[in-house]
C-alpha cells in the first residue's frame, strides 16, 4: 500500500524554523518525485516545494523562495520541509505528494497532513 505520512507540525513562533517530515512506504521512493503543498482554511492547496527524483531539481514559489528547502533522503525514504524565517499569519496545513510513473506504476498519493501555526 502506498503510504506518505508527515509529521512534524506544531506551533512556532514568527522568525521560527521548523523542519516537516514525509515517510514514504508501499513504493520505490527514489523512483518518483515529490512535493510539499500547504492549505490554509478556505484557500486553495498550494505547492511550496517540489522535488526530482534525485533530488537535483527543486523550484520553490517566491512566497517561500530562500526560506523554504525540500531535502530528501532517498535510502532512508523521508522527504523533509527545511522552513526557515516563518512568517506569522492564517495557519495551514501541509501535505506531502507523490505524483508520477515509476516502477510502481502511475502514483498521486497524499497523507492526511501535518498542521503548523506561526505565531506573532
Known amino acids: 500500500q502506498v503510504r506518505v505520512v508527515e509529521s512534524g507540525g506544531g506551533l512556532v513562533p514568527s522568525g521560527g524554523s521548523l523542519r516537516l517530515s514525509c515517510a514514504a512506504s508501499g513504493f520505490k521512493c527514489s523512483s518518483y518525485a515529490m512535493s510539499w503543498d500547504r492549505q490554509a482554511p478556505g484557500k486553495g492547496r498550494e505547492l511550496v516545494a517540489p522535488i526530482s527524483t534525485a533530488g537535483s531539481t527543486t523550484t520553490y514559489p517566491d512566497s517561500v523562495k530562500g526560506r523554504f528547502t525540500i531535502p530528501r533522503d532517498n535510502a532512508k525514504k523521508m522527504v523533509y520541509l527545511q522552513m526557515n524565517s516563518l512568517n506569522p499569519g492564517n495557519p495551514a496545513v501541509y501535505y506531502c505528494?507523490?505524483?508520477?510513473?515509476?516502477?510502481?506504476?502511475?502514483?498521486?498519493?497524499w497523507g492526511r497532513g501535518t498542521q503548523v501555526t506561526v505565531s506573532s
Open positions: 505528494n507523490v505524483r508520477g510513473w515509476g516502477p510502481n506504476g502511475a502514483l498521486n498519493a
